[in-house]
């Protein structure tokens, strides 16, 4: 068995480590190290093997060794991302909203702009509906890419994200699942079920893992990547 990551060896490899080192997030960080200097081993030999013999199978060789150093990278990746949101939920970092009037769906953007004037560095801001529940929300990029000319006569119910695209969670969800479920620039709505609390978009979970681990905004990698 190759003991390299995902292979069943490499998991055997960070199984030992992770028992030595009595740390699953060290043991794979360890696993993943070997795996990559295994990886780059057989990438150089497959290609020595075609070069000096041009034989067929150097290059299968090397395209394993390639395939395998992508996949350590990547385990090495999601391991260090749970390790960081480990603990932290939607309710850490969200972006309050308890103190702005509601936006409903009528409104003109120019409208809800005058509303919420005391969040003007919201994400974006939820829709409630004439029953009082969430009925979409509106990210503010969605307002940045209309003409200014056009916030007096176009609706929030025209620009606003609803139904599939629309990601209501809970104050105690998981903050990486939540980190997940917005990737592509969507803003969920933060709700315990009765009031609208927050949003969260993925700058607001940059700045938490950054208050976290107490790393420079701008040495970040993006969420958006996990």
Same mark, same amino acid.
């Given at each position: 068995?190759?003991?390299?990551?995902?292979?069943?060896?490499?998991?055997?490899?960070?199984?030992?480590?992770?028992?030595?080192?009595?740390?699953?997030?060290? %043991?794979?960080?360890?696993? %993943?190290?070997?795996?990559?200097?295994?990886?780059?081993?057989?990438?150089?030999?497959?290609?020595? +093997?075609?070069?000096?013999?041009?034989?067929?199978?150097?290059?299968? +060789?090397?395209?394993?060794?390639?395939?395998?150093?992508?996949?350590?990278?990547?385990?090495?990746?999601?391991?260090?991302?749970?390790?960081?949101?480990?603990?932290?939920?939607?309710?850490?970092?969200?972006?309050?909203?308890?103190?702005?009037?509601?936006?409903?769906?009528?409104?003109?953007?120019?409208?809800?702009?005058?509303?919420?004037?005391?969040?003007?560095?919201?994400?974006?801001? *939820?829709?409630?509906?004439?029953? %009082?529940?969430?009925?979409?929300?509106? *990210?503010?990029?969605?307002?940045?890419?209309?003409?200014?000319?056009?916030?007096?006569?176009?609706?929030?119910?025209?620009?606003?994200?609803?139904?599939?695209?629309?990601?209501?969670?809970? *104050?105690?969800?998981?903050?990486?699942?939540?980190?997940?479920?917005?990737?592509?620039?969507?803003?969920?709505?933060? #709700?315990?079920?009765?009031?609208?609390?927050?949003?969260?978009?993925?700058?607001?979970?940059?700045?938490?893992?950054?208050?976290?681990?107490?790393?420079? *905004?701008?040495?970040?990698? #993006?969420?958006?990547?996990?």
């Amino acid at each position: 068995l190759i003991p390299a990551l995902p292979l069943d060896g490499g998991r055997m490899l960070r199984a030992a480590l992770w028992g030595r080192t009595d740390s699953f997030i060290r %043991g794979t960080q360890i696993a %993943g190290r070997i795996s990559t200097i295994l990886s780059g081993l057989m990438i150089a030999g497959g290609l020595w +093997i075609w070069l000096a013999d041009e034989r067929f199978g150097g290059i299968w +060789i090397a395209a394993i060794g390639l395939f395998l150093l992508q996949s350590a990278k990547a385990e090495n990746r999601a391991m260090i991302a749970q390790e960081a949101f480990k603990g932290l939920t939607a309710h850490d970092a969200m972006y309050r909203l308890t103190d702005i009037a509601a936006v409903r769906p009528e409104m003109t953007i120019a409208q809800m702009l005058r509303a919420t004037s005391g969040a003007s560095n919201a994400p974006g801001f *939820p829709v409630v509906g004439g029953t %009082g529940a969430v009925a979409g929300v509106v *990210p503010m990029r969605a307002v940045g890419d209309l003409d200014r000319g056009a916030w007096e006569t176009t609706t929030v119910a025209e620009v606003m994200a609803c139904g599939a695209e629309l990601v209501v969670t809970a *104050p105690g969800d998981d903050l990486l699942g939540v980190a997940r479920a917005i990737r592509g620039g969507r803003v969920a709505v933060v #709700s315990n079920g009765v009031d609208v609390l927050g949003v969260v978009s993925l700058r607001e979970v940059s700045a938490a893992l950054d208050v976290r681990t107490g790393a420079a *905004p701008s040495t970040r990698q #993006s969420p958006d990547t996990l």
